[in-house]
């Protein structure tokens, strides 16, 4: 299957400051990548939709200020969540589509700390 | 909008049984997929569906797209330790590109 690589896997951060997190579809081309939100034992939350060379599309509560996307190539989508907060404290998932084969596939996850 | 019932929540089995899991929707999805997620990763995809009716085997995973384009299962015979962790079902209506309704999820446990 295809390969979806996010980095960090993990990071801690204090509180005010950004944390950058990319993801990276390693064999095919992602005209649209996904983000996505996931708290112990629950199921993953759709967060915002990154399309290349486009504005990202934002579910409904999700602060696009404070979740910055960008789709700068059609491999790369990076989430930036400024002025960090321990409520922002998650493992964040990104997934890329996969046109060919209306597939998502995920990366890793991100396992985000705020102290 | 669109959402996804998957059931049951937890199972706890021994190792060899089968398993039966299955999602139903209250729209028609056009494709359906199952993923696998163990503690601290991302999820693996394990089977996609396309069509109605569609019966896909991975191994010892047994998927079917239901022929109401409402419901999917997803089967694992012979279960083995390995198997543990939590199975998503997942659904693409026709009216979004990729993007994807999830079901809340399986928990599996496996005892050897």
């Known amino acids: 299957g295809a390969v979806v690589s996010q980095h960090p896997s993990w990071v801690i951060c204090k509180s005010g400051t950004s944390v950058k997190i990319e993801c990276r579809s390693l064999?095919?081309?992602?005209?649209?990548m996904f983000w996505y939100r996931q708290f112990p034992k629950q199921s993953l939350m759709l967060m915002a939709t990154?399309?290349?060379?486009?504005?990202?599309?934002?579910e409904q509560g999700v602060e696009k200020d404070k979740f910055l996307i960008n789709h700068a190539s059609l491999t790369l989508s990076t989430l930036t969540v400024t002025s960090a907060h321990p409520e922002d404290s998650s493992f964040y998932i990104c997934?890329?589509?996969?046109?060919?084969?209306?597939?998502?596939?995920f990366g890793p996850g991100t396992r985000l700390t705020v102290l | 909008g669109q959402q996804l019932n998957q059931s049951p929540q937890s199972m706890f089995i021994q190792e060899g049984e089968d398993v039966s899991m299955n999602c139903t929707s209250s729209?028609?999805?056009?494709?359906w997929l199952w993923y696998k997620q163990d503690p601290g990763e991302g999820p693996v995809l394990l089977i996609a569906?396309?069509?109605?009716?569609e019966l896909t085997s991975n191994g010892r995973l047994t998927a079917q797209f239901g022929i109401t384009r409402k419901d999917s299962f997803l089967n694992i015979s012979a279960s083995i330790p390995s198997d543990v962790g939590i199975y998503f079902c997942?659904?693409?209506?026709?009216?979004?590109?990729?993007?994807?309704?999830f079901g809340q999820g399986t928990i599996l446990t496996v005892h050897p």
């Open positions: 997934s890329a589509h996969q046109g060919s084969t209306d597939t998502q596939y």
């Open positions: 064999d095919f081309q992602a005209t649209t």
């Open positions: 990154s399309n290349e060379g486009s504005k990202a599309t934002y």
């Open positions: 729209s028609i999805f056009n494709t």
């Open positions: 569906l396309y069509k109605a009716g």
């Open positions: 997942a659904g693409r209506p026709g009216t979004s590109y990729g993007k994807l309704t």
